[in-house]
């Protein structure tokens, strides 16, 4: 991971291409709305990244993907509302393309002088976009002379604007300051993690995480699992589970981990349980021994809180990535929110504490907690892609120094 970023390379009177991870939610999906940013927090992670190429002498050209349109007719997901954020967070102006490529943004961009600051068209508008054209990679790579990826949120997608424009520009293709944050913060998960080691996983699905716990067995000390995916594990262990969501497909798998490392699984001993799936459901909490036919677990209950409690002490590095429970529901959060204080009163204890993205990084900024942990990143997929032990497209692509 041994990356270039901008501060090895000369950027002064060059136009530089960033891509930068703008896919921000928004106030409509109606688009004769007047729609605005609801949340500016992935604009303004792109700010050091954005401020220090403009102080050294740098023209930006933008791009990102917003949404999921699915062709570019679908004009709520325009950049129109992002321009215009980014715009008053910068301080200047910044002028919006119509399209992705084509005659207006080359024009637009041969007039740029220095300190200027262009943003395209959403780039999923481009069909080329996710299938990696090579055509479109070469007319993104014609506009600049050096590329910037600073969207690890979108890394492990080989796209055109993540991948294709980076081995098609003739000049430096380099990582931002956000790239490289993230690169270095889980990058010593992945390569020289220091001990005790200690990985939480929750989320409701094991089948999404099978590799990653399979790679996490080969470096971490204990791995607390909660969440949903707690229900497959502790099937495949012999519980009866009521009506709780179990992913019969991936039982093999659960009792195979089990197996391979089942001292090293810390599972729960008791839950919180509800007879429906709802906000204001009767919670009670039982043994995970005890679980009724017609109720659903929904959350960790005290007593594992305490025995993970137990498994963090003295950690060195934790990684995090999946909620304890149904954290959408105020009564259901209860653990995932005293499992971020936990961690919180651990990181100024001296603990490393990763936040892997995601629903992990709703969940303690639900809390009010992000920014007592040491690393919170900003891609759910790409980072839990890298602790896999995956190689990134979009960080292959940039130039090794």
Known sequence: MNKKTITDIDVQGKKVLVRVDFNVPLSSKDPNDDITVTDDTRIRAALPTLNYLLEHGAALILCSHLGRPKTADDKQFAMDPVAKQLS?????????MDEVVGDSVTAAVAAMQPGDVILLENTRFEPGEKKNDPEL?????????VYVNDAFGSAHRAHASTEGVAKALNGPAVAGFLMGKELEALGTAVTNPPHPY????????ISDKILLIDNLLKTADFILIGGGMANTFLKAKGYELGT????????????RLLEVAADRLVLPVDVVVAPEFKADATATTVSVDSIPADQMALDIGPQTLALFKEKLAGAKLVIWNGPMGVFEFARFAQQTNELAQVLATAVDAGTQVMIGGGDSAAAVKNAGLTEKMTHVSTGGGASLELLEGKELPGIAALDDK
Do not use: C, F
């Open 88 to 96: 008053e967070l910068l301080g200047k102006p910044v002028q919006k």
């Open 244 to 255: 709780s969501l179990v992913e019969g497909e991936a039982l093999a798998e659960a009792a």
């Open 137 to 145: 990679s070469a007319k993104l790579a014609a506009l600049a002379d």
């Open 198 to 205: 200690v990985a939480i996983m929750g989320g409701a699905k």
